[in-house]
Antibody, heavy 121, light 110 residues
Framework: QVQLVQSGAEVKKPGASVKVSCKAS????????INWVRQATGQGLEWMGW????????GFAQKFQGRVTMTRSTSISTAYMELSSLTSEDTAVYYC??????????????WGQGTQVTVSP | QSALTQPASVSGSPGQSIAISCTGT?????????VSWYQQHPGKAPKLMIY???NRPSGVSNRFSGSKSGDTASLTISGLQAEDEADYYC??????????FGGGTKLTVL
């Protein structure tokens, strides 16, 4: 069965960086894009960007341009999202989600369990 | 890119039908058939309920249906059940090659 398993909770200081992993299983890792979505406590979903695990190509929401990096290791079917220059506003649950390849950004059919990132002095 | 507009809350009694709207612009909802709907229970990851405006993934109840007219998409839930109580989010592809979510709607089953 398809699974996306994310790394554990992180606590970071303002100005630091965080790197969250998302390990895929149950399907061919390079056949689907991976997107990242975050959700602050009590708030809505916010799309951050996408990565094609086959080519490594990426696309980001303007808000995160220059501050987010999305990479992958195809040998271990794992995607990574690194966010730098953290502030308290980055405190949120971060999700990875699988998206079928195709034109545009379509639907997210499987989601990771979420990773809590807390930014605190 | 501004979030898509959803009502903050809707409610209905068991067995009734409700609809949740999702209003965007011609640059997102109105311009593409890439509207999806997600259900999220507290403390859980979102679950895909509708994709491509009106398609249901395997395993999703046929009580859930989606549609679109102009710049507004809608999710309809018929035969409301207690387990449908959750937050619902719409999303759409945009002309900037990005994705935008709605602000979310809290569904209460009375």
């Amino acid at each position: 069965q398809v699974q996306l398993v994310q790394s554990g909770a992180e606590v970071k200081k303002p100005g630091a960086s965080v790197k969250v992993s998302c390990k895929a299983s149950g399907y061919t890792f390079t056949s689907y894009d991976i997107n990242w979505v975050r959700q602050a406590t009590g708030q809505g979903l916010e799309w951050m960007g996408w990565m094609n695990p086959n080519s490594g190509n990426t696309g980001f929401a303007q808000k995160f341009q220059g501050r987010v990096t999305m990479t992958r290791s195809t040998s271990i079917s794992t995607a990574y999202m690194e966010l730098s220059s953290l502030t308290s506003e980055d405190t949120a649950v971060y999700y990875c989600a699988r998206e079928p390849l195709g034109i545009g950004i379509q639907e997210f059919d499987y989601w990771g369990q979420g990773t809590q990132v807390t930014v605190s002095p | 890119q501004s979030a898509l507009t959803q009502p903050a809350s809707v409610s209905g009694s068991p067995g009734q039908s409700i609809a949740i709207s999702c209003t965007g612009t011609s640059s997102d909802v109105g311009g593409y058939n890439y509207v999806s709907w997600y259900q999220q229970h507290p403390g859980k990851a979102p679950k895909l309920m509708i994709y491509g405006v009106s398609n249901r993934p395997s395993g999703v109840s046929n009580r859930f249906s989606g549609s679109k007219s102009g710049d507004t998409a809608s999710l309809t839930i018929s035969g409301l059940q207690a387990e449908d109580e959750a937050d619902y989010y719409c999303s759409s592809y945009t002309s900037s090659s990005t994705l935008v979510f709605g602000g979310g709607t809290k569904l209460t089953v009375l």
